[in-house]
């Protein structure tokens, strides 16, 4: 019962939010938007991006119709007094879920929450590359993307983002105003185009697909390897 309030309280938190913040939003970036008629308008999706920047995953939602949720570092949500209230606020109300990164069980974990989502008939938001590029070259996909799609059987729709990165640079502290444009592109179908192949081969097969999709909405200079979060030490 009470995470059913919880839920009750998230879902009345992102409906206020979502009624200023995306307005307001794109009020003032005032975002040039392509293929957007490409997301569903209901049932589970999985929009999956190139990444930029920490506001990608405000950008996103702010110009979808629909709720996306999307995962966001657990200290998002643990802090205390009334910054951290609000901090949980803000991002709970903006459809983001929790997860702890620093636990070395964190990725089968958010693929389990990725697939609840999309069991609700939801749409999840992710990053292929794993983390942000910092350099602007669109990384390898790792293959949670193509794990959820063939286990829930949803389609793909590729977003490729740009210029967000000009709109909160790494290190900076605040935004800036900066011209973006977010593209959507036709929805990828697993079908049964897989089927017969082993399970990692259709994985890599299916990432790798989203990925050259999403370059082509960007035109970013493929890396051809693997993004790995700078080290803290």
Request: with cysteine; charged share 20%; hydrophobic share 40%.
């Amino acid at each position: 019962m009470n995470h059913e309030r919880a839920d009750e309280g998230h879902d009345r938190l992102y409906r206020s939010l979502h009624a200023v913040v995306p307005p307001l939003a794109r009020g003032i970036w005032r975002p040039r938007v392509e293929g957007l008629e490409n997301v569903p308008r209901s049932g589970p999706v999985v929009l999956a991006s190139n990444h930029l920047s920490f506001v990608d995953s405000v950008v996103i939602p702010c110009v979808v119709p629909r709720k996306v949720v999307f995962l966001a570092k657990s200290d998002y949500f643990t802090g205390t007094g009334l910054s951290g209230g609000l901090s949980r606020a803000w991002f709970a109300g903006l459809g983001m879920l929790p997860v702890d990164r620093d636990d070395p069980r964190s990725a089968l974990t958010s693929l389990d929450t990725a697939l609840e989502v999309l069991a609700r008939g939801e749409a999840f938001g992710l990053y292929p590359e794993g983390t942000r590029s910092r350099d602007g070259r669109l990384y390898r996909g790792r293959t949670g993307v193509a794990h959820l799609a063939l286990t829930a059987g949803v389609p793909v729709v590729p977003v490729g983002l740009v210029g967000t990165e000009k709109i909160q640079p790494v290190g900076a502290n605040l935004p800036r105003l900066a011209r973006i444009t977010v593209r959507f592109g036709t929805a990828i179908e697993p079908g049964d185009r897989f089927a017969g192949l082993p399970l990692g081969k259709a994985r890599r097969l299916l990432t790798d697909e989203v990925m050259a999709a999403i370059g082509g909405l960007t035109g970013q200079e493929q890396a051809g390897v693997y993004n790995e979060r700078p080290s803290t030490t």
